[in-house]
């Protein structure tokens, strides 16, 4: 039985206005007010200071990007300091002229940044029209220490990608973060809404259960654009055995979960995945099909 | 919209006695009920000619495993041949002396072996001392091409593995078929029970939606060894969005279940995972952990 070792999370599920001074803000007061009821680490939704903005192609979006340290991750970095807890914040970044990420910047309770993960999987749908905003990041999947847990920052569409959960958790992650803005088109919410939210669901109960981490998911809520996206929210929590220990409705929501980071010993010894992988066939994974010579 | 494509799946879900013909006679008849109940491929449980013979580590049960082709293999053959049905039959293979696998093998409708997949990944924990039966597999991941559908065969521990899905998808499977032996422990059954059950059936329904493809896992039932392993069954077969579209209790049944693999055209264009996959920045899936130089 290994040491008992408690971190407690927050999760801040929000929806977002036009007023960027004003979501930000909102974040700000939150962290506050998650630090006031226990948490230690908190995690913000993706993109958090604006609207979901990638659901045209426009190119006046990108002077809503701004450089890491800037603005919005200075006030972020005093919201942590001020509350002394570690704080993971997704943010528009602009690196260069033509050159912008998707990032999830972990601050340490000094407000110090920890560590940066540049999102590595960008989607393209209708209404997610991420590929034309975000260059796809290069710094590859990482573990950032901060005093009370080893975070794996990861960013949505990274959701559905075992590879990005495993790689993150070989680099030593206890808990995988997804800030998140995912939601329903009204075209589809009928008939596969619910089925949607399940799928997302459980792939990342199954990152949480094949690699014996725990996976903290936060979405936004309201719905945004004409005919546009309702996100839907249902933030959450789970154990290493996959098991959903806390989740969010609809609307906005702040969640305080206590994880056991012992727990993670405890069940890789139970079910010992990690020692039996195949190290030597798995070359295969670099491939994009494994079709030639058919 | 994919053009639909049909496939009808049997899956045997049956106890086993420490009579050997008996067991393989059993299948050889739930082979012929399958097929007279419209099955196109039907998948049997894990080593379903014998007890779980490895809950003790004993030489003995060595003499248990044939060549393949062998006895074993010629009646299953047969059985396919005779119902005009692919067959997915998990035997322990003597390879040569002191080399043994646990292997599945894929039967076209013409009896013939399509292909045969070794077990890749090896468990060893209490009452499942694989590891000192079954030499670890070096055929790799493969898919199997049988009239109706293309199989990817794995088994058992292989479930946890989200490397042995994805390389078995990229290989072109578009069912995943996983002979299975897994049960509970009396010991942990009322504490961590339906834990377990619910954890074994998430990580697979999560391959299916990482993969865009069908999952079917068939499990044996019955109990086995004196404090022995209660075989859980709830064999299912889940669709490519993870949902469980039939699942068995936990007494002997057979499943007869329709499969649109039309689905997996559908489902990937809808949530295109394979298109974004970072290949270039997953060359570290084959080392041990990446605690190296840290």
Redesign the interface.
């Known amino acids: 039985m290994a040491t008992e070792r408690l971190v407690t999370v927050g999760l801040i599920q929000a929806a977002c206005s036009d007023n960027r001074a004003a979501n930000v803000e909102a974040a700000v007061l939150g962290i506050r007010e998650a630090a006031k009821r226990g948490a230690e680490l908190v995690c913000l939704q993706e993109l958090f200071a604006t609207r979901y903005f990638c659901q045209t192609e426009d190119a006046e979006k990108f002077d809503l990007a701004e450089p890491i340290p800037g603005p919005t991750t200075e006030l972020i970095a005093n919201a942590a300091k001020g509350a002394a807890v570690s704080v993971v914040a997704s943010v528009f970044e602009r690196r260069g002229a033509g050159v912008y990420h998707n990032t999830a910047v972990v601050f340490g309770p000094d407000g110090e940044i920890a560590g940066r993960y540049r999102k590595?999987?960008?989607?393209?749908?209708p209404q997610y029209y991420e590929k034309f905003y975000f260059t796809?990041g290069d710094l590859?999947?990482v573990s950032v220490p901060t005093p009370k847990a080893a975070v794996g920052p990861l960013i949505c569409?990274d959701q559905?990608?075992?590879?990005a959960?495993?790689?993150s958790a070989?680099?030593?992650a206890e808990v995988l973060v997804y800030p998140t803005a995912i939601g329903w088109l009204p075209s589809e919410k009928a008939a596969h809404g619910m089925?949607q939210l399940?799928?997302w669901r459980?792939?990342q109960?199954?990152?949480a259960?094949?690699n014996g981490v725990f996976v903290v998911a936060t979405n936004r809520v309201g719905t945004e654009g004409e005919d546009g996206i309702e996100f839907w929210g249902h933030s959450f929590v789970c154990d290493p055995?996959?098991?959903v220990i806390a989740e969010a409705g609809e609307d906005e929501e702040m969640l305080i979960v206590e994880c056991d980071l012992g727990r993670l010993e405890d069940v890789r010894r139970e079910?010992?995945?990690?020692r039996?992988?195949?190290?030597?066939?798995?070359?295969?994974?670099?491939?994009?099909?494994?079709?030639e010579g058919?």
Do not use: N, Q, S
Request: zero cysteines; charged letters at 30%.
């Open positions: 590595m999987h960008i989607p393209d749908d796809p590859g999947f569409w559905w990608y075992p590879e959960a495993r790689l070989l680099a030593g089925k399940d799928a459980t792939v109960r199954g990152h259960i094949a055995f996959g098991e079910w010992p995945f990690l039996d992988r195949r190290i030597d066939a798995y070359g295969g994974i670099t491939a994009r099909l494994l079709d058919k």
